[in-house]
């Protein structure tokens, strides 16, 4: 199930600047989500071949102009719909599964090594967190992901390792609400 994980490459180094910047915030009517970043956002629309059949694979992401200052290299709120009971959020075992395929599925894009995952519920939802580190552990990749109803959401930043730990990845990844 190597599906509905986009993730973007680091090869620079990065910097203390999204804490300087003015936060913008944006919102998806059709993805049902309003977040903050530092920055607009630009969209892209994959279709993507998983087991259930072929998918729709939105990406919303902001990648500041100048990366050898910025915090995070990217932010970015990705969202796939699956059919109608291809994600049951009452079935523990298949959402498990689910995650562990998509955990596994990111690391591998990546050639990296998972630093840790945990589960962890978003607005009543399941969902995970976890950290993959890569570039040979100079480079890291956070992400917040659920599932609600059956659309998969995911939210991630990227950031050189000396950067982890800024505060603008938890902003970002705070800010994400749900739309009713």
Same mark, same amino acid.
């Given at each position: 199930?190597?599906?509905?994980?986009?993730?973007?490459?680091?090869?620079?180094?990065?910097?203390p600047?999204?804490?300087?910047?003015?936060?913008?915030?944006?919102?998806?009517?059709?993805?049902?989500f309003?977040?903050?970043? +530092? /920055?607009?956002?630009?969209?892209?629309?994959?279709?993507?071949?998983?087991? %259930?059949g #072929?998918?729709?694979?939105h =990406?919303?992401?902001?990648?500041?102009?100048?990366?050898?200052?910025?915090?995070?290299?990217?932010?970015?709120v990705?969202?796939?719909?699956?059919?109608?009971?291809?994600?049951d959020?009452?079935?523990?075992?298949?959402?498990?599964?689910?995650?562990?395929?998509?955990?596994?599925?990111?690391?591998?894009?990546?050639?990296?090594?998972?630093?840790?995952?945990?589960?962890?519920?978003?607005?009543s939802? +399941? /969902?995970?967190?976890?950290?993959?580190?890569?570039?040979n552990?100079?480079? %890291?990749? #956070?992400?917040?992901?659920l =599932?609600?109803?059956?659309r998969?959401?995911?939210?991630?930043?990227?950031?050189?390792k000396?950067?982890?730990?800024?505060?603008?990845?938890?902003?970002?990844?705070?800010?994400?609400?749900?739309?009713?």
């Amino acid at each position: 199930m190597r599906h509905c994980l986009f993730i973007f490459l680091l090869t620079v180094a990065a910097g203390p600047l999204a804490a300087q910047q003015k936060w913008k915030d944006f919102q998806s009517f059709e993805g049902h989500f309003r977040v903050s970043a +530092p /920055g607009e956002f630009r969209e892209k629309t994959d279709s993507i071949e998983t087991p %259930v059949g #072929k998918l729709a694979y939105h =990406v919303f992401f902001y990648q500041p102009e100048v990366k050898d200052s910025a915090d995070n290299l990217i932010y970015m709120v990705s969202y796939c719909d699956y059919p109608p009971f291809a994600l049951d959020a009452d079935s523990t075992e298949l959402l498990n599964e689910f995650f562990d395929v998509t955990i596994e599925a990111a690391v591998e894009s990546v050639n990296g090594e998972l630093a840790y995952s945990s589960e962890r519920s978003f607005f009543s939802y +399941p /969902g995970r967190i976890w950290r993959i580190d890569y570039l040979n552990g100079q480079a %890291v990749i #956070k992400t917040r992901a659920l =599932v609600a109803g059956n659309r998969y959401y995911a939210l991630q930043t990227a950031t050189v390792k000396g950067r982890s730990l800024n505060t603008a990845s938890d902003r970002f990844m705070d800010s994400f609400r749900l739309l009713e």
